[in-house]
């Protein structure tokens, strides 16, 4: 069996304007759902990491619980395992003030590379221990 097609494209500027229109649209949208998709990949990507935060400080309290628990008739291995959290805890903030780096505007943060000004100043949380 044999048979000419014949097409026929009868351009109207009217509807050549609308789907050219619609052609820019779909170009946008489509740019937006791949910046959609990759926005969506870090946040899943975050939401893992929290996950994963989450379940180490479920981990630590925990941990933290039975230990004290354990040593709750002894006060002599309770106050040095409180001493030992009280180290790691000053070591824990030290290496956070070392490495923030120091807000724009000056102010707060203590983040200047350093330790922290002696004295404590207006900051309420550093008491002796």
């Known amino acids: 069996m044999s ?3 014949h097409q026929h494209f009868y351009s109207d500027p ?3 304007r609308k789907l050219d229109r619609i052609e ?3 170009t946008v949208l489509l740019r937006q759902g ?3 998709a990759g926005e969506l990949e870090a ?3 975050q939401v893992e990491k929290n996950t994963e935060v989450d379940q180490s400080a479920i ?6 619980s039975t230990q004290i ?3 709750k008739n002894d006060p002599v291995k309770l106050q040095a395992f409180a001493d030992s959290l009280r180290a ?3 070591s824990l903030a030290d290496a956070v003030v070392a490495n923030t780096p120091a807000e724009d505007g000056g102010t707060g943060g203590g983040g200047t590379g350093g330790t922290p000004p002696a004295g404590g100043g207006t900051g309420g949380g550093d008491t002796p221990a």
């Open 3 to 5: 048979g000419d097609v």
């Open 14 to 16: 009217t509807v050549r």
């Open 24 to 26: 820019r649209m779909l």
């Open 34 to 36: 791949d910046i959609m």
């Open 43 to 45: 946040l899943q990507a």
């Open 59 to 64: 981990a630590l309290l925990n941990g933290l």
């Open 69 to 71: 628990t354990a040593l």
């Open 88 to 90: 790691s805890s000053q």
